[in-house]
Protein backbone atom coordinates (compact mmCIF):
# COMPACT_ATOMS: atom_id res chain seq x y z
CA UNK A 1 0.00 0.00 0.00
CA UNK A 2 1.29 3.43 -1.18
CA UNK A 3 2.17 5.75 1.63
CA UNK A 4 -0.34 8.28 2.83
CA UNK A 5 2.80 10.60 3.55
CA UNK A 6 3.29 11.88 -0.35
CA UNK A 7 4.31 15.58 0.95
CA UNK A 8 7.58 16.62 2.60
CA UNK A 9 8.67 19.88 3.48
CA UNK A 10 12.06 21.36 4.47
CA UNK A 11 12.53 24.55 6.55
CA UNK A 12 16.31 25.36 6.64
CA UNK A 13 18.97 27.16 8.45
CA UNK A 14 21.31 28.54 6.17
CA UNK A 15 23.81 25.87 5.55
CA UNK A 16 22.33 23.10 7.39
CA UNK A 17 21.89 20.74 4.15
CA UNK A 18 18.08 21.41 3.15
CA UNK A 19 19.46 21.06 -0.48
CA UNK A 20 21.24 17.82 -0.21
CA UNK A 21 18.98 16.24 1.93
CA UNK A 22 15.77 17.12 -0.74
CA UNK A 23 17.69 15.67 -3.24
CA UNK A 24 18.86 12.64 -1.05
CA UNK A 25 14.92 11.78 -0.72
CA UNK A 26 13.94 12.42 -3.77
CA UNK A 27 16.41 9.52 -5.16
CA UNK A 28 15.52 7.38 -2.32
CA UNK A 29 11.86 7.71 -2.95
CA UNK A 30 11.25 8.64 -6.36
CA UNK A 31 9.42 12.03 -5.80
CA UNK A 32 9.95 15.49 -7.39
CA UNK A 33 11.87 17.60 -5.51
CA UNK A 34 11.15 21.42 -6.17
CA UNK A 35 14.21 23.37 -4.27
CA UNK A 36 15.80 25.69 -6.60
CA UNK A 37 13.59 25.35 -9.09
CA UNK A 38 10.97 26.91 -7.83
CA UNK A 39 12.86 30.43 -8.84
CA UNK A 40 12.32 29.33 -12.40
CA UNK A 41 8.75 28.50 -12.47
CA UNK A 42 7.58 31.50 -10.59
CA UNK A 43 9.48 33.51 -12.90
CA UNK A 44 8.60 31.20 -15.66
CA UNK A 45 4.23 31.76 -14.01
CA UNK A 46 4.79 35.51 -14.21
CA UNK A 47 6.59 35.88 -17.50
CA UNK A 48 10.02 37.90 -15.92
CA UNK A 49 13.36 37.31 -16.09
CA UNK A 50 14.71 34.72 -13.91
CA UNK A 51 17.51 36.73 -11.89
CA UNK A 52 14.80 38.93 -10.99
CA UNK A 53 13.06 36.29 -8.97
CA UNK A 54 16.31 35.49 -7.86
CA UNK A 55 17.13 38.30 -5.89
CA UNK A 56 13.95 38.12 -3.91
CA UNK A 57 13.54 34.94 -3.04
CA UNK A 58 12.07 34.01 -0.03
CA UNK A 59 12.54 37.95 0.79
CA UNK A 60 10.25 39.76 2.81
CA UNK A 61 10.45 43.14 1.66
CA UNK A 62 10.55 45.96 4.32
CA UNK A 63 8.43 49.71 4.82
CA UNK A 64 10.81 51.52 2.05
CA UNK A 65 11.10 48.81 -0.17
CA UNK A 66 7.61 48.73 -0.25
CA UNK A 67 6.89 52.33 -0.51
CA UNK A 68 9.09 52.15 -3.30
CA UNK A 69 7.21 49.68 -5.13
CA UNK A 70 3.76 50.99 -4.90
CA UNK A 71 5.10 54.88 -5.88
CA UNK A 72 6.37 53.09 -9.03
CA UNK A 73 3.18 51.17 -9.30
CA UNK A 74 1.18 54.44 -9.46
CA UNK A 75 3.79 56.68 -10.77
CA UNK A 76 5.80 54.91 -13.29
CA UNK A 77 6.34 57.68 -14.99
CA UNK A 78 9.48 58.79 -12.28
CA UNK A 79 11.21 55.95 -13.47
CA UNK A 80 11.54 53.84 -17.05
CA UNK A 81 10.52 51.00 -15.41
CA UNK A 82 7.48 49.07 -17.83
CA UNK A 83 4.13 49.17 -15.72
CA UNK A 84 4.10 45.05 -16.32
CA UNK A 85 7.26 44.63 -14.97
CA UNK A 86 6.50 46.61 -11.91
CA UNK A 87 3.34 44.61 -10.94
CA UNK A 88 5.05 41.51 -11.83
CA UNK A 89 7.70 42.10 -9.59
CA UNK A 90 5.15 43.04 -6.12
CA UNK A 91 6.43 41.30 -3.62
CA UNK A 92 2.58 39.94 -2.61
CA UNK A 93 2.56 38.77 -6.11
CA UNK A 94 5.77 37.00 -6.63
CA UNK A 95 4.43 35.13 -3.07
CA UNK A 96 1.19 34.48 -4.48
CA UNK A 97 2.66 33.08 -7.31
CA UNK A 98 4.85 30.73 -5.00
CA UNK A 99 2.40 29.69 -3.25
CA UNK A 100 0.58 28.50 -7.04
CA UNK A 101 3.78 27.29 -7.53
CA UNK A 102 4.09 24.95 -4.68
CA UNK A 103 0.40 24.27 -4.66
CA UNK A 104 0.45 22.70 -8.56
CA UNK A 105 3.45 20.71 -7.42
CA UNK A 106 1.59 19.11 -4.60
CA UNK A 107 -1.48 18.14 -6.43
CA UNK A 108 0.41 16.66 -9.04
CA UNK A 109 2.10 13.86 -6.91
CA UNK A 110 4.89 12.69 -4.02
CA UNK A 111 7.18 15.88 -3.30
CA UNK A 112 9.39 16.92 -1.49
CA UNK A 113 9.70 21.01 -0.91
CA UNK A 114 12.35 22.84 0.22
CA UNK A 115 11.63 26.61 1.96
CA UNK A 116 9.46 29.18 0.78
CA UNK A 117 6.73 29.17 3.52
CA UNK A 118 5.90 25.50 2.52
CA UNK A 119 5.69 24.06 6.19
CA UNK A 120 2.82 27.29 7.04
CA UNK A 121 1.00 26.61 3.11
CA UNK A 122 0.76 22.87 3.76
CA UNK A 123 0.13 23.28 7.79
CA UNK A 124 -3.10 21.61 7.50
CA UNK A 125 -2.53 18.92 4.19
CA UNK A 126 -3.33 15.69 5.44
CA UNK A 127 -0.33 13.57 4.39
CA UNK A 128 2.57 16.13 4.92
CA UNK A 129 5.44 15.64 6.98
CA UNK A 130 7.21 18.71 7.79
CA UNK A 131 10.92 18.75 9.09
CA UNK A 132 13.03 21.45 9.63
CA UNK A 133 17.09 21.31 9.85
CA UNK A 134 19.36 23.09 12.20
CA UNK A 135 23.01 22.87 12.85
CA UNK A 136 25.67 25.26 14.76
CA UNK A 137 26.84 27.98 13.02
CA UNK A 138 30.24 27.13 12.68
CA UNK A 139 29.26 23.89 10.38
CA UNK A 140 26.78 25.59 8.71
CA UNK A 141 29.72 28.67 7.68
CA UNK A 142 31.77 25.39 6.63
CA UNK A 143 29.51 24.62 4.42
CA UNK A 144 28.46 26.92 3.17
CA UNK A 145 32.34 27.91 1.95
CA UNK A 146 32.26 24.45 0.59
CA UNK A 147 29.75 24.89 -1.47
CA UNK A 148 30.46 28.74 -3.18
CA UNK A 149 34.00 29.28 -2.60
CA UNK A 150 33.62 32.19 0.16
CA UNK A 151 35.95 32.84 3.61
CA UNK A 152 34.40 31.73 6.87
CA UNK A 153 34.29 34.84 8.12
CA UNK A 154 31.48 36.05 5.67
CA UNK A 155 29.35 32.84 5.88
CA UNK A 156 29.73 33.71 9.50
CA UNK A 157 27.78 37.09 8.91
CA UNK A 158 26.01 35.83 5.83
CA UNK A 159 23.75 32.57 7.88
CA UNK A 160 22.23 34.92 10.44
CA UNK A 161 20.90 37.41 7.88
CA UNK A 162 19.56 34.88 5.43
CA UNK A 163 17.91 32.97 8.47
CA UNK A 164 16.48 36.06 9.80
CA UNK A 165 15.11 37.20 6.20
CA UNK A 166 13.49 33.79 6.38
CA UNK A 167 11.97 34.25 9.50
CA UNK A 168 10.21 37.26 8.17
CA UNK A 169 9.31 36.26 4.82
CA UNK A 170 7.04 33.58 6.27
CA UNK A 171 5.66 36.04 9.17
CA UNK A 172 4.88 38.44 7.01
CA UNK A 173 3.26 36.65 4.17
CA UNK A 174 1.75 33.62 6.39
CA UNK A 175 1.31 34.63 9.59
CA UNK A 176 3.64 31.81 11.80
CA UNK A 177 6.94 31.86 13.65
CA UNK A 178 9.58 29.63 11.38
CA UNK A 179 11.03 29.27 14.92
CA UNK A 180 7.91 27.99 16.64
CA UNK A 181 8.76 24.04 17.18
CA UNK A 182 5.11 23.15 17.03
CA UNK A 183 5.17 23.92 13.17
CA UNK A 184 6.87 20.62 12.78
CA UNK A 185 6.78 17.17 13.27
CA UNK A 186 10.65 16.58 13.23
CA UNK A 187 13.91 18.51 13.80
CA UNK A 188 16.98 17.35 12.58
CA UNK A 189 20.31 18.66 13.40
CA UNK A 190 22.72 18.01 10.75
CA UNK A 191 25.65 19.04 12.58
CA UNK A 192 25.36 15.56 14.70
CA UNK A 193 22.93 13.19 12.15
CA UNK A 194 24.58 12.92 8.74
CA UNK A 195 22.30 13.80 5.46
CA UNK A 196 22.66 10.52 4.37
CA UNK A 197 21.00 9.22 8.09
CA UNK A 198 18.59 12.15 8.13
CA UNK A 199 17.01 11.14 5.20
CA UNK A 200 16.77 7.44 6.38
CA UNK A 201 15.20 9.05 9.36
CA UNK A 202 12.63 10.68 7.14
CA UNK A 203 11.84 7.55 5.11
CA UNK A 204 11.79 5.12 7.88
CA UNK A 205 9.12 8.03 8.91
CA UNK A 206 7.12 7.96 6.56
CA UNK A 207 7.13 4.17 5.91
CA UNK A 208 5.84 4.02 9.90
CA UNK A 209 2.96 6.07 8.81
CA UNK A 210 1.88 3.46 5.93
CA UNK A 211 2.15 0.51 8.28
CA UNK A 212 -0.30 2.59 10.77
CA UNK A 213 -2.50 2.96 7.70
CA UNK A 214 -2.65 -0.13 6.36
CA UNK A 215 -3.37 -1.76 9.66
CA UNK A 216 -6.44 1.02 10.62
CA UNK A 217 -7.82 -0.04 6.94
CA UNK A 218 -7.44 -3.63 7.20
Given at each position: ?17 G ?24 A??LG ?9 D??A??L ?12 P ?6 P ?6 D ?9 E ?42 R ?9 K ?56 A ?7 G
Open positions: MASPIDLITITREFGAGGELAATLGARLGWTVLDRDIVRRTERVDEEAIAAREHPGLERLGTTILRTSEIISVPDDVQALPDRIAGAVRVLRAAAAAGPAVIVGHGAAAIFADHPRALHVKLVAPLAQRAAICARVGCHAEAFGLAPRVDAERVSYMRQFYGRDWRDPMLFDLQINTGRVTIDDAAALIESLAASHSREAMAH
